[in-house]
């Protein structure tokens, strides 16, 4: 079969069409599999000072070692974790903003009617950093230092005491409600802007206790400026054997786990998105941060970004379940 000379030439163009484009797209993989190449920002939604902060640094520091790009925190607070959270979900997906969020955003779908973000639908999931029980801690000026004389003067008084949480609709602030549900008591919750600025508020005695991540409190309880009383579930703590666990007070059913984690904005491409994994993996994995996490009393997760994943909505069901029962409310 003799071609004309016009189909040959057009075909000749094709084919050169279809060699450049492959040739674009091996260019295209190879930049994204050569991420990162300057630095990278992550939205921390809470204020300095907090759980989420306490985790971001260590991992940044770690980051910048291992790959000889900056991690730089870009502390957003407010209005609970969810305006960080809406920041970074319209962020350019490309590798180069990501989000550190918390418990705290499995909680908000239930809490915040009016969210302009999906977590589950607009951020894809990479990494789950950090899983730590809470702490019922409470400043030793204000609140009795033994547990049962503590529980004793809640019921005596009730609404007298008072709790500081990093938001409505935290992991703090559901702790407290779900503390009062299960002990028969009341005390008034006072929402902050992050856990930070709880934390300075209960060293200073001006709120009584907080339900706080053992993360952010561990410095704070190892210093004397705050009284560990209880940390949440059946086992004590390894970091703080001498603090008694919830099942050993009466309390078998308050079992309440703080955890941290790493999104990237929808879109983000799968080579991408697998890099970060490894390299995040590979900055918790080193001596340093091997040391801090274990100084909180934290655990750091080696699972993939689709076992997270599926971690996030086993999260965002378990909350809503217990919003509902406890009748919690934004202040």
Same mark, same amino acid.
């Given at each position: 079969?003799?071609?004309?000379?016009?189909?040959?030439?057009?075909?000749?163009?094709? %084919?050169?069409?279809?060699?450049?484009?492959?040739?674009?797209? !091996?260019?295209?993989?190879?930049?994204?599999? !050569?991420?990162?190449?300057?630095?990278?920002?992550?939205?921390?939604?809470?204020?300095?000072?907090?759980?989420?902060?306490?985790?971001?640094?260590?991992?940044?520091?770690?980051?910048?070692?291992?790959?000889?790009?900056?991690?730089?925190?870009?502390?957003?607070?407010?209005?609970?974790?969810?305006?960080?959270?809406?920041?970074?979900?319209?962020?350019?997906?490309?590798?180069?903003?990501?989000?550190?969020?918390?418990?705290?955003?499995?909680?908000?779908?239930?809490?915040?009617?009016?969210?302009?973000?999906?977590?589950?639908?607009?951020?894809?999931?990479?990494?789950?950093?950090?899983?730590?029980?809470?702490?019922?801690? #409470?400043?030793?000026?204000?609140?009795?230092?033994?547990?049962?004389?503590?529980?004793?003067?809640?019921?005596?008084?009730?609404?007298?005491?008072?709790?500081?949480?990093?938001?409505?609709?935290?992991?703090?602030?559901?702790?407290?409600?779900? *503390?009062?549900?299960?002990?028969?008591? *009341?005390?008034?919750?006072?929402?902050?802007?992050?856990?930070?600025?709880?934390?300075? +508020?209960?060293?200073?005695?001006?709120?009584?206790?907080?339900?706080?991540?053992?993360?952010?409190?561990?410095?704070?309880?190892?210093?004397?400026?705050?009284?560990? %009383?209880?940390?949440?579930?059946?086992?004590?703590?390894?970091?703080?054997?001498? #603090?008694?666990?919830?099942?050993?007070?009466?309390?078998?059913?308050?079992? #309440?786990?703080?955890?941290?984690?790493?999104?990237?904005?929808?879109?983000?491409?799968?080579?991408? &998105?697998?890099?970060?994994?490894?390299?995040?993996?590979?900055?918790?994995?080193?001596?340093?941060?091997?040391?801090?996490?274990?100084?909180?009393? !934290?655990?750091?997760?080696?699972?993939?970004?689709?076992? *997270?994943?599926?971690? #996030?909505?086993?999260?965002?069901?378990?909350?809503?379940? &217990? &919003?509902?029962?406890?009748? !919690?409310?934004? +202040?």
């Amino acid at each position: 079969m003799i071609l004309s000379s016009n189909f040959a030439s057009s075909r000749r163009g094709v %084919l050169r069409f279809a060699a450049a484009g492959l040739a674009g797209a !091996a260019l295209g993989s190879q930049a994204q599999s !050569a991420w990162p190449t300057k630095p990278v920002t992550i939205v921390v939604p809470f204020p300095a000072g907090g759980g989420t902060d306490a985790f971001a640094r260590p991992l940044a520091a770690s980051f910048a070692k291992l790959t000889g790009k900056q991690l730089v925190i870009d502390n957003r607070g407010g209005a609970g974790g969810t305006l960080g959270a809406s920041i970074a979900a319209k962020a350019q997906p490309d590798g180069y903003t990501l989000f550190m969020g918390a418990v705290h955003h499995t909680i908000a779908p239930s809490m915040y009617p009016r969210l302009d973000y999906n977590i589950e639908t607009d951020f894809v999931p990479i990494a789950l950093v950090a899983t730590v029980p809470q702490v019922l801690v #409470v400043n030793p000026k204000n609140v009795p230092g033994d547990f049962k004389a503590f529980l004793q003067q809640l019921r005596s008084s009730p609404g007298r005491m008072n709790y500081g949480s990093a938001g409505s609709g935290t992991s703090h602030h559901l702790a407290g409600e779900l *503390f009062k549900q299960q002990t028969k008591t *009341f005390i008034t919750h006072i929402p902050y802007r992050g856990a930070g600025p709880a934390l300075q +508020d209960l060293i200073a005695g001006n709120v009584d206790m907080m339900f706080d991540g053992l993360g952010s409190s561990a410095s704070h309880i190892k210093g004397g400026r705050i009284k560990a %009383l209880m940390v949440a579930g059946a086992k004590r703590n390894a970091a703080f054997p001498d #603090v008694p666990c919830a099942a050993e007070l009466g309390l078998p059913e308050y079992t #309440v786990q703080t955890w941290y984690g790493i999104w990237a904005p929808k879109g983000t491409p799968a080579d991408v &998105v697998a890099r970060i994994n490894e390299e995040i993996r590979k900055a918790g994995a080193t001596p340093e941060a091997k040391a801090i996490w274990a100084n909180q009393g !934290a655990e750091f997760s080696g699972i993939s970004s689709q076992q *997270f994943g599926q971690f #996030v909505s086993a999260e965002v069901k378990r909350w809503t379940q &217990v &919003v509902k029962l406890s009748g !919690a409310k934004l +202040d």
